[in-house]
């Protein structure tokens, strides 16, 4: 499996819940449901970090990141070069992220600690 993280930051005058809402409610669903972009994603998750007394968003800087699971790296690349990707997903990110606060971290490699997997993974190396 071939895994993106992306770290989100709102768009400036959002508040937290206008961007969690519009994340999840808008943008989560014309991935999901547009076939062109969902063919190429195995596994797609939001993580909306919720303000709270301990300071976590001050100390992340970020109000949400999200894991996207690919088969492979060449499925992701598939995805970004897709016309509905270019024309439809990206445009799409400038109504609710900051997009020069977004951050990506791609790794191909999991190893389960704790728990199972959600399908199998490749054995870590000795």
């Known amino acids: 499996m071939f895994v993106v993280l992306g770290f989100y930051k709102r768009k400036s005058g959002l508040t937290h819940e206008q961007f969690s809402e519009y994340w999840r409610d808008v943008h989560g669903p014309m991935i999901r449901n547009h076939p062109e ?3 190429h994603i195995k596994r797609y998750v939001q993580h909306h970090i919720s303000p709270n007394d301990m300071g976590a968003t001050t100390a992340l800087g970020f109000d949400g990141f999200s894991e996207t699971w690919y088969e492979s790296r060449a499925d992701r690349e598939a995805l ?3 016309s509905a990707f270019l024309n439809e997903i990206v445009p799409d990110e400038a109504e609710f992220l900051d997009l020069s606060a977004t951050r990506t971290s791609m790794f191909d ?3 389960v600690q704790i ?3 959600p399908w199998p993974l490749e054995q870590a190396p000795a």
């Open 37 to 39: 972009v969902s063919s």
């Open 80 to 82: 970004q070069r897709s």
């Open 109 to 111: 490699h999991q190893v």
């Open 115 to 117: 728990g199972s997997a």
